[in-house]
């Protein structure tokens, strides 16, 4: 910011740049684009939305009113907000029904460890406004969806980006999201950002001898997991 102030270079920031918001709201309009075209009629119950500064909720809110407004989408969904339980400052605003107390920062995630959230009041608007929520999940839940992700959708996806699928297993078990509702997830960022925690989250590999016997072992010791 000072360099930019500096040498009246132009500061693209998304925690400061208001165009970004205008950027991010591009989601909601391929979201519009592909459920307009492949099952017109139809929007998911809700948007679950990873949350840093809060300018990605905030740009797929703004993204969703402007569709509905223009008779793209015949209904909002609800959006759920989703923080690392390390960096929860949306979560303990939301929940307390008080203003922003800036927290430290303390999770895997990087992409969504904002102790200050820049966007802060657009953020809050997409949930109070869509009748959402927010939710927290620990880090090893982050992790654990690292592979969950990988293997249901096929979506290689970093701590930050597939923390929306953690907050909406926590969010079924809060009774939150019904069983019958559907979710889309907004994945917001490549799991090559962030190669340690894949590694982390897939474990060590099988080492395997080139015998049928030592593949029908390693085969039937991985049954399941």
């Known amino acids: 910011m000072k360099a930019s102030a500096e040498f009246g270079w132009y500061n693209r ?3 400061i740049n208001p165009y970004l918001i205008e950027g991010k709201k591009t989601v909601s309009l391929e979201l519009a684009e592909q459920f307009s075209r492949l099952m017109p009629g139809r929007v998911p119950d809700w948007i679950a939305v990873s949350v840093g500064d809060g300018c990605t909720i905030g740009g797929v809110w703004q993204g969703l009113k402007e569709m509905h407004f223009l008779g793209i989408l015949p209904r909002l969904p609800r959006i759920l907000g989703v923080q690392a339980r390390g960096c929860q400052p949306f979560v303990n605003a939301w ?9 430290a920062a303390n999770t895997l995630a990087d992409s969504i460890a904002v102790g200050h959230p820049r966007n802060f009041a657009k953020g809050m608007r997409a949930v109070n406004e869509s009748c959402g929520a927010f939710v927290a999940v ?3 839940e ?7 992700v990988a293997r249901r959708a096929g979506v290689f996806g970093e701590p930050a980006g597939v923390a929306c699928a953690a907050g909406v297993r926590r969010a079924l ?3 939150i999201i019904g069983r019958s509702e559907s979710v ?21 590999a099988i080492k395997v001898r080139p015998a049928i016997e030592a593949v029908r072992e390693a085969v039937l010791a991985t049954a399941g997991k």
């Open 13 to 15: 920031n998304c925690a």
């Open 95 to 103: 929940k307390n029904r008080s203003g922003l107390v800036p927290c």
């Open 138 to 140: 620990e880090d090893e």
């Open 142 to 148: 982050i992790l654990e969806s690292i592979t969950l």
């Open 173 to 175: 078990a809060l009774g």
């Open 184 to 204: 889309a997830l907004v994945m917001t960022g490549n799991g090559l950002k962030d190669v340690k925690s894949a590694v982390r989250a897939a474990g060590s």
